[in-house]
């Protein structure tokens, strides 16, 4: 699953070449990768100009006509999901489910081979108080995190058993860390993956946040993690995992004893037993 950085570096590609198009009219393949009512999403988006890529987590929050104060596409790539922007007539596959039809002899069309995307029409008013922006947390990027906040997140995560690395992937309390970057981010902070939410303390939380900043940034820098490509269809290659200093290697940078590699919520989580020890 593309995470915060690629799907950071997606936006700001598709913003250089969207904004000021207007969308003729939109070819929906498999209406399935629509939330809304099919006919509706088409009643609100076809005609409508662009006027700005945003994003929030890991969703494109693409604007339209936002000087009126219209509404948005609001997009999730899940698993899968890869845009290209390209001349009218330039790919076609069985894979390609929706294609937006641009003013300028350009489509931007949506591939996803295992169709898990979803995009939906939201209006002005309803973005951010409805599902699913509503039940997602404060963004790792975009907060300005004080102590108020920081409490805050604390005292949600201090109310699970569940180990720290399942609590991280959950974007219900912060948002934009997946499974690679959290295990960069406990191994920047020197907590094990295995410890459980009640048992973190503050100044270990503001190891987390701080390491979170710090490496999505730097991700966001490079373009993103190009372990499985979800930008270079759009030209980019991400170039953080040859910065990753624990996800998929053999032995710690720090100690060179070799990486555990457990399964943690089912996911494969790798830490270091010498430098990520429980500390109660």
């Known amino acids: 699953m593309p995470e915060l950085p690629e799907v950071e570096t997606v936006r700001r590609v598709l913003k250089n070449d969207l904004v000021g198009r207007k969308i003729k009219n939109i070819e929906v393949r498999y209406k399935n990768i629509i939330s809304n009512d099919l006919d509706y999403f088409l009643s609100k988006v076809c005609g409508k100009t662009i006027t700005d890529i945003k994003r929030y987590a890991k969703f494109l929050i693409i604007e339209l006509n936002g000087n009126d104060k219209y509404g948005f596409i609001l997009s999730h790539l899940r698993m899968e999901g890869k ?41 002005y008013d309803e973005l951010y108080i409805t599902k699913p922006l509503n039940e997602i947390g404060y963004d790792l990027v975009l907060t300005d995190f004080n102590e108020d906040i920081k409490k805050e997140i604390l005292d949600k995560i201090n109310k699970k058993k569940l180990p720290i690395k399942t609590i991280l992937l959950d974007q219900s309390i912060m948002a934009g860390l997946g499974n690679i970057y959290v295990d960069e981010v406990l191994f920047t902070s020197s907590i094990n993956p295995h410890k459980a939410g009640n048992l973190i303390k503050k100044e270990e939380l503001d190891k987390i946040i701080d390491a979170s900043i710090k490496i999505l940034n730097k991700a966001i820098e490079l373009k993103g993690t190009t372990i499985r490509s979800y930008t270079s269809s759009l030209g980019v290659e991400g170039g953080y995992q040859n910065l990753l200093k624990f996800h998929t290697k053999s032995e710690c940078p720090n100690c060179m004893e070799p990486l555990c590699c457990d399964k943690i919520g089912g996911r494969s989580t790798y830490y270091c037993r010498r430098c990520q020890k429980w500390r109660k």
């Open 83 to 123: 845009y290209f922007y390209l001349p009218t007539n330039t790919l076609d596959n069985k894979h390609i489910h929706v294609i937006y039809h641009l003013d300028n002899g350009y489509d931007l069309l949506y591939q996803d081979v295992r169709k898990f995307g979803r995009m939906e029409f939201k209006s």
